[in-house]
């Protein structure tokens, strides 16, 4: 079987094939493997895992998929929730227990709509280094990678049925390989322009923060297969990306008491809503940027993402003093800004309701010194796509399965609804890591059965 694809879905997908019995080979166009991946902050969401279950933390399938459901406003297929939930924790449990994937639950802090803490990722936090943890993994398993190869082109029957690829070299050479059954692993369309505008019209011209390489292959090729898409309207965005330097700067500091500001000084809205959402807003600030303003003990939070402390080595981060001192860093106007922190602190202390909806009084109130980060919104993955079975089979729009296609990840159709506010954080990871393994395994089976 081949795998387009040397992201987290494809070796994942291959790591569940070849544990299958199947031969596997992965085509990865880059020269090595990263995807989107890597540009993560690594953290796969599972419910019932055996890290959680170590650390005394009671979650389930049915609370996971209630908070999945929950933040896309049910606009989510329920009975691909339901499995995708069921098979989150014993994905994880999987891949460190069989496969030496060196991740751990974080803990300290909840994302925007989860419930429970059911974030796994390797200690440093970094997208990079769960690559580096699955990438050892199929290594160990001698499962075959071919880098700088680009699919140009699938080969398929008049019934959809894929034969083969055709590939390309950076030399210019082209090769073509046959398979009895293919996953897509090659991510959305976020670095397609034109795809973007024609699916997502709002977020068309605001930076895109995500793999290049993203350029909607798995939805075209699918398409041109007869296969069946869905919600391609939905995406990740982020409104915390710092600016000039285009480094993610963690929401974890606007969850555990910090606040944005826009060029006037004056909050714009509730930053507990969430990342996604919040692009948008922070774009249609003036400018089209905002301020993270918070504290020593946010700052030392920070530092335990390796997005961050890249951001703090490269200057992006300012600090200050005072609240005063702080405004005239960040060239905003300093009584304004004192104001709003004044504003957070009575907030904090139970004195009156903030007008965005926001409460306060969860988290300490903010202390000097303070510190800040200009940031902007951004477009970090699409979230529709091919529309799959529980098994990541591709489906034709009459519901009838395509014979030995199958999609995860970005590919495939995500759980964040028809729109930007439906993500919850760590859904990519979870599509792809959860769905990749499935695909992996139904990949497998049609080998067996000869494609």
Known sequence: MLVIGGGACGLVAALAAHDAGAEVLVLERDPSPSGSTAMSSGMIPAAGTSLQKARGVDDTPAIMAADIQAKAHGENDQIMVDAICAASGPTVDWLVQQHQ??????????????????????????????????????????????????????????????????LTRPDGTTEQIGCDALVLACSGFGGNADLVKRHIPEITGAQYYGHTGNRGDALLWGEALGAAVKHLGAYQGHGSLAMPHAVLITWALMMEGGFQVNANGERFSCEHDGYSEQAMRVIAQPGGFAWNIYDERLHKLGLEFEDYRDAFKGGAVKSAGSIEALAELCGVPPEALAATLEETRRLAGGQGQDRFGRDFTTKPALEAPFYAVKVTGALFHTQGGLNVDVEARVLRPDGSLLPNLLAGGGAACGLSGRGRDGYLSGNGLLMATVLGAKAGRSAATLVRQGG
């Open 101 to 166: 994937v060196p991740l751990k639950l974080v803990e300290g802090f909840l994302y925007p709509g989860h419930s429970k803490p059911r974030m796994h990722a390797p200690a440093s936090r970094s997208g990079a280094d769960l690559i580096a943890g699955l990438l050892s993994a199929a290594n160990a398993a001698d499962i075959d990678i071919v880098c700088d190869a680009t699919v140009t082109t699938l080969f398929a029957e008049p019934d959809g049925r894929v034969r083969g690829v055709a």
